[in-house]
């Protein structure tokens, strides 16, 4: 016998911490630049800049920027969680 209580298999809904809404609709955060691959994506620690000015990104951990937007009020709650 399993010491463990039974999980949910779907967390429940959390609320808008703007509004209370309880209607969230998903989507992304889109990157349209130059040699963009149409999503924004997360990467762990500081900025660090290269010798040129841009991001240091080589080696790195990436995660998919995800969005869960309010029906009621436009609240937008950005979530990491795939990595990519």
Do not use: N
């Given at each position: 016998?399993?010491?463990?209580?039974?999980?949910?298999?779907?967390?429940?809904?959390?609320?808008?911490?703007a509004?209370?809404g309880?209607?969230?609709?998903?989507?992304?955060?889109?990157?349209?630049?130059?040699?963009?691959?149409?999503y924004?994506?997360?990467?762990p620690?500081?900025?660090?800049?290269?010798?040129?000015?841009?991001?240091?990104?080589?080696?790195k951990?990436?995660?998919?920027?995800?969005?869960d937007?309010?029906?009621?009020?436009?609240?937008?709650?950005?979530?990491?969680?795939?990595?990519?």
């Amino acid at each position: 016998m399993s010491t463990y209580e039974s999980v949910p298999a779907t967390p429940p809904q959390p609320s808008c911490p703007a509004c209370r809404g309880e209607t969230f609709h998903p989507g992304f955060v889109e990157d349209a630049g130059e040699a963009s691959q149409g999503y924004a994506r997360w990467i762990p620690g500081p900025l660090e800049r290269g010798i040129f000015g841009g991001a240091r990104r080589m080696g790195k951990q990436r995660f998919m920027i995800e969005a869960d937007r309010c029906e009621r009020c436009g609240y937008l709650m950005l979530f990491a969680r795939t990595e990519i």
